[in-house]
């Protein structure tokens, strides 16, 4: 650990990291390989390990026409809006409440939290038909804004929790100061509290997000035009169809893993420097 | 003195009580049980060996053959209890695999039943001896009750089987290890010294136990090989004692095997003066009847009934379903829950049973054979255990908490004051919190009614919905608030509740009909807290643990070898390792069974594919399939504990291990001493976000779906399918059992560690 590695150390940690790597990343290539290997009908019936004719062929049937003659960018809009809809409702709303639990003592806190567990810990398909009663009522059932709402109500108690967690952290010491300074409630919570907890709360929105872009069972019983099909619903329902062609699911898979994939490598070091899991306890 | 005679009259009453409560039950079962399978086999040979022993043909007895893979023992008796019968016609001989006989002959058939029964409640009684509460609940256990009033095999083996650890228990408590003293001082510990290396003279009354204990253990192996299991609970017992004696003796472990053999010794001969299949040719004889299980565990007969390994667990999940009626009492699920809770006390308390609870039960987790009466060679330490666990969980508590309140009374009576209770509370209340409320209420706002409006209406609209028959049908009803009117009307008894069943939604012609929703009562989710759904419970959880703790073991061995002062290529590996967890879960469970499907996977259409065969069957078996969804889990999981960990094995000090290793600490034990302290509370909150994810996981099992429903699915997977076959009130219900699961998982784990408070990302 603390000890520099010796030379047959470093030989020994390469190779089980290799391994590691390997089983990653085994499965991964199998969809690369299918992906471009073009054109082959449900599954493929032989082995290889690189594709004979590699070819982006397959990726631009996809894009032009991803799902039922859809674009791809379209059901990448769809997905966005709704994917991001939620978190931005999921934090927007939620940071306050998160906040207020943090820092306030006030009467019905303890089964405040309570309930807020419960809701964290909800499987999603137990919302499910509540959630269409209540979406046919306010005739909402069939936009994309009523299923922005069902996935906001899957993730928002989870970024509420967590976002709790996060301001407790906060230490309340600098509150106090800035508060001696004159500042007003709101303003300590902008001035100070927000920007120490900024990064655990895009964490939270990121996750938010994530539920939301992967989610596509309970979408399809919201959905019913075609044009409001999310790209994660693309997908399952490739899978369902008689022509299913086994390349043409891997680059859509490919191609919707993309953007969140960058997004991980772009905040990588952002996520292992705050994204710090701690004990904060309930003082 | 009253105090005391009080106490032994009640424990005589108790015990005859509980007792006579056990014989009720299993006279009940008695009458109404159906003929099961193999009762004909048993009752058969009975009958054989009953006019065997009437004509005196000795020679009858020694070889008849039928059924010859169980020792004839229990036969035999089932025999002896017709004796007095007159004659029958003589039942058919039958191969095992046959389905239940239509109908066997009276009063043959009530006779050996009831000999069955006795022996049933003859156990109730003996382990009523040793701890009350345990046999109430062995007493009322139905798949006790259910083969202990059929003609099987199980009852004698199971009553003998207990007598073999009680005798050794009450040897034990005779001072078979205890150390001998002149002065009187009483040294209740068995760890001291061992007393059988001391003085023999003083040993008589173990000894005589002892004694007792083989000769149980000889009938035991007599009447079913596997109940012989108690013996090598008890010789591992003996062996756990000698090594934790300070005995100086230099001959303590030849000693400890003389006892053991010769205690093994008697044993054997009893078995084999009651086994007279043995009296000739016992060695080929006794191999054929042994090779046969081991044969018949590889048989097509048992992998057809395809069970995965954790089958007895699922048993125990839930009372026995295949007889609605007979059984009053169906408390399975709890007396487990409880077994599970209490076994370290149950381990401090009475550890030659808890040895005989674990070791059994490993035995009955290997052996391939998954029959529901195997069960029996465990029920006594598992009611034992339960008993345990409801004391410490629940009497013990309960019964602090009364003695405060009656110190709390009587402290204020005394001060002349009757403060009443909410008062008390009130206190802490003071005018200072609710000016904190009016500080807090404008931030609450925004948040609390959205999560009103969209998770907790939606919650209470479940909860309400569970107790309805609300479905397809009756949709339009539903939405216009049929299942609030039903709802109310139900609860304020205005109407009579209508039956719904949770298999409903499986039988295509039993589809509802009407256009309204209608009250239908807690039954159901009544039923599903009784643990109607055993597979889906106990796969559940086994699922979160196992899943959750690959995942954890992996994340952390990378985190820690990534940790590594003076690694190369650091940043890469860890750039590569994220990568699972930005791709969707399902596209992810996809790619696995891309690799691993049978026929059409990857290594399967491989040219000379080593796996192919391997492959072949991979989904057909429930035990290979769990280990493919373990590897899709594990692969999907591990990057964010490796993520936490690698966190916070930053926050370790360096200086910790410098001076670990000038004190000579090796990695390993630096690992253990030192990394995992300090990392554990730091990764236990990715570790329980991991675990409710895993609790929750849908979109696996909804991509690997070739294997039953039953007995792969986690709970919330399962309500998926009534949801979408338009069932609505039997997910419903399915989901307020999950959710009631989770809050007393999650309030357990509370108890244990605090951590669920701390979830955080700082």
Redesign the interface.
């Known amino acids: 650990m603390h000890r520099r590695i010796t030379f047959w150390g470093q030989v020994l940690n390469q190779f089980g990291l290799v391994v590691v790597g390997l089983f990653v990343h085994l499965p991964v290539w199998g969809l690369v390989y299918l992906a471009f290997e073009g054109g082959t009908m449900g599954w493929p019936t032989t082995f290889r390990l690189w594709p004979e004719e590699p070819t982006l062929a397959v990726f631009k049937q996809v894009w032009e026409s991803a799902s039922q003659s859809l674009p791809f960018v379209a059901l990448l809009k769809n997905s966005l809006l709704v994917s991001g809809g939620a978190a931005l409702i999921s934090v927007g709303l939620g940071t306050s409440m998160a906040y207020a639990f943090a820092r306030y003592r006030f009467p019905g806190r303890a089964p405040g939290l309570f309930a807020l567990l419960v809701g964290a810990l909800l499987p999603p398909v137990a919302l499910m038909t509540p959630l269409y009663v209540l979406l046919t009522i306010l005739k909402l059932r069939t936009t994309l804004l009523g299923l922005t709402i069902v996935y906001t109500a899957f993730a928002m108690p989870f970024c509420v929790w967590n976002m709790r967690s996060a301001f407790q952290a906060v230490p309340k010491d600098l509150e106090e100061a800035a508060f001696l300074d004159g500042a007003s409630a709101l303003g300590t919570f902008w001035r100070i509290s927000l920007p120490i907890a900024l990064p655990s709360i895009s964490v939270a929105a990121l996750i938010a997000f994530l539920i939301a872009y992967s989610e596509f069972a309970m979408g399809w019983l919201f959905v019913d035009k075609s044009t409001n099909v999310t790209l994660a619903m693309a997908i399952s329902g490739a899978l369902g169809i008689s022509t299913f062609s086994g390349s043409l699911l891997s680059a859509l898979a490919i191609l919707m893993s993309l953007p969140v994939v960058l997004l991980f490598l772009l905040l990588q070091r952002y996520l292992l420097d705050r994204l710090m899991f701690t004990s904060a306890g309930d003082d | 003195m009253i105090m005391k005679q009080f106490r032994s009259v009640f424990f005589i009453v108790s015990i005859l009580a509980i007792t006579a409560l056990a014989l009720g039950l299993r006279l009940r079962a008695v009458d109404q049980l159906p003929i099961d399978y193999d009762e004909d086999d048993y009752l058969g040979a009975a009958q054989r060996y009953a006019q065997a022993i009437k004509a005196g043909d000795v020679r009858e007895i020694m070889d008849y053959e039928f059924n010859y893979e169980h020792p004839p023992l229990t036969k035999i008796v089932y025999g002896l209890s017709i004796l007095h019968l007159p004659e029958e016609d003589l039942i058919p001989e039958r191969p095992p695999t046959a389905s239940p006989a239509s109908s066997l002959p009276e009063p043959h058939f009530q006779n050996a039943r009831l000999t069955s029964a006795v022996f049933g409640t003859l156990e109730v009684f003996a382990l009523a001896l040793l701890n009350p509460p345990s046999a109430l609940l062995l007493g009322i256990h139905t798949w006790q009750i259910k083969y202990t009033s059929q003609i099987m095999l199980e009852p004698l083996p199971a009553l003998t089987s207990l007598l073999v650890v009680l005798f050794y228990w009450q040897a034990c408590k005779n001072g078979l290890f205890q150390i001998h003293s002149e002065n009187s001082q009483v040294l209740g510990a068995r760890t001291n010294s061992v007393r059988l290396f001391s003085d023999f003279r003083s040993l008589k009354r173990p000894i005589f136990w002892l004694a007792l204990s083989a000769v149980a253990l000889g009938i035991t192996a007599a009447s079913k090989y596997t109940y012989a299991i108690v013996g090598l609970v008890i010789i591992v017992d003996i062996f756990l004692d000698v090594r934790r004696s300070r005995s100086d003796l230099p001959t303590k472990w030849g000693r400890a095997v003389g006892v053991v053999l010769a205690w093994g010794l008697l044993a054997i001969l009893v078995f084999w003066a009651l086994n007279p299949r043995l009296w000739t040719d016992p060695i080929a004889r006794i191999q054929a009847s042994v090779f046969y299980h081991s044969d018949y565990a590889q048989s097509e007969h048992v992998e057809n009934a395809g069970f995965p390994a954790w089958q007895q667990l699922v048993w125990l999940a839930g009372p026995v379903r295949w007889h609605p009626g007979v059984f009053l009492v169906t408390l399975d699920l709890y007396i487990l829950i409880f077994a599970i809770v209490g076994f370290k006390h149950f381990w401090r308390q009475y550890r030659v049973f808890a040895l005989w609870l674990l070791i059994a039960g490993i035995f009955l987790l290997a052996w391939p054979t998954k029959w529901p009466q195997y069960l029996l060679t465990i029920s006594a330490p598992l009611c034992l255990s339960s008993a345990i666990g409801i004391r410490k969980t629940i009497w013990e508590p309960l019964k602090r908490k009364v003695r405060q309140e009656k110190l709390k009374r009587s402290q204020i009576q005394t001060r002349g004051k009757t403060l009443r209770s909410w008062r008390l509370r009130g206190e802490s209340?003071s005018g200072n919190?609710?000016r904190?409320?009016r500080?807090?209420?404008l931030?609450?706002?925004?948040?609390?009614v959205?999560?009103i409006?969209?998770?907790?209406?939606?919650?209470i609209?479940?909860a309400a919905?569970a107790l309805t028959d609300f479905n397809t049908m009756s949709i339009l009803d539903?939405?216009n608030g049929g299942?609030w009117r039903e709802f109310w009307r139900g609860i304020t008894g205005q109407t009579e509740a209508v039956d719904v069943n949770l298999w409903e939604f499986f039988n295509r012609f039993r589809r509802p009909t009407s256009t309204e929703v209608h009250f239908a009562g807690f039954k159901l989710l009544g039923s599903l807290l009784l643990g109607i759904l055993p597979d889906l419970l106990v796969f559940n959880i086994m699922w979160t643990v196992l899943s959750v703790g690959l995942q954890a073991a992996?994340g952390i061995t990378?985190a820690?070898?990534?940790?590594?002062?003076?690694?190369?290529?650091r940043r890469f590996?860890?750039?590569?390792?994220?990568?699972?967890?930005?791709?969707?879960?399902?596209?992810?469970a996809?790619?696995?069974l891309?690799?691993l499907?049978p026929g059409?996977?990857?290594l399967a259409?491989?040219?000379n594919?080593p796996f192919e065969s391997f492959l072949a069957t991979f989904l057909d078996n429930p035990n290979t399939t769990l280990i493919l969804l373990l590897v899709a889990a594990t692969?999907y999981g591990f990057p964010f504990v490796m993520?936490?960990a690698?966190?916070?094995l930053k926050?370790v000090p360096?200086e910790v291990?410098?001076a670990a290793?000038i004190d000579g600490a090796g990695?390993l034990s630096?690992?253990r001493y030192i990394?995992w302290p300090l990392l554990w509370?730091?990764?236990?909150?990715?570790i329980l976000i991991r675990s409710?994810f895993a609790?929750?996981q849908?979109?696996l099992f909804?991509t690997i779906q070739s294997f039953p429903l039953m007995t792969f699915a986690?709970?919330?997977?399962f309500?998926?399918s009534p949801?979408?076959g338009g069932q609505?009130a039997i997910?419903?219900a399915i989901?307020?059992f999950?959710?009631i699961v989770?809050?007393v998982l999650?309030l357990w784990f509370n108890r244990i560690s605090?951590?669920?408070?701390?979830?955080?990302?700082?």
């Open positions: 209340l919190s609710w904190e409320l500080r807090a209420w931030w609450l706002l925004p948040g609390t959205a999560l409006l969209i998770a907790f209406y939606p919650l609209y479940q919905m539903g939405i299942v992996l990378v820690v070898m990534l940790s590594r002062d003076g690694l190369r290529l590996w860890r750039t590569l390792f994220i990568l699972p967890w930005a791709i969707p879960e399902f596209v992810g996809l790619i696995w891309r690799l499907e059409k996977g990857w259409v491989m040219e594919s692969w993520l936490a690698t966190a916070g926050m360096k291990y410098e290793a990695r630096q690992f990394t509370p730091l990764v236990m909150p990715a409710i609790f929750n849908f979109y909804y986690t709970l919330s997977y309500a998926f949801t979408y609505f997910s419903a989901n307020m999950t959710v989770l809050v999650i605090r951590a669920t408070e701390g979830v955080t990302y700082a």
